[in-house]
């Protein structure tokens, strides 16, 4: 049973149909998070990528980790309602197998380094125990404007990088 399912993962995150990439957050803690993605032959990315070897592409498997290190931010932030998490950066990314249709995404991330507004994370993915990705990512937590714009006045000089 998951902690959280996608309608309440829908609650934190603003993303929406095709590009909400994770389906539950099976474990949660402060430091640290468990998401499932489900992939399905129904991607519409599977239309192109390709046709005859349906394969997840790499960028959106880092996008669905980066969306579960997003439901971690956010998650533990009372006015969440008026804030975004973006991706500001991604280091030592390796996609070790490729991932297809039918398979289960485990995505495990965990906090590195906190700062007031950034997180760095290092995250792995995995099927059956098998590693198939992992990355550093970092993320920088944003205002969003009553006008529904995101503010990131100051991204590139607040986010800097670890030692």
Known sequence: MPLL?????REI???????????AIVELEPERIVGIKNVT????????????FPVMPGVLILEAMAQVAGVLVLKSIPDRKSKLVLLASVEQAKFRRPVFP???LRIEMKVTRRKASVAKMHGQATVDGVLMAEAVLMCKLAER??????????????????P
Request: net charge negative.
């Open 145 to 162: 404007e009553a006008t529904g714009d995101v503010s990131v006045e100051n991204v590139d000089t607040a986010v800097a990088p670890a």
């Open 102 to 104: 039918g398979h289960q």
């Open 5 to 9: 399912d996608v309608q309440a993962i």
């Open 41 to 52: 032959v129904n991607e519409p990315f599977f239309a192109g990528h390709f046709p005859d």
């Open 13 to 23: 995150l603003p993303h929406r149909y095709p590009m909400l990439l994770v389906d």
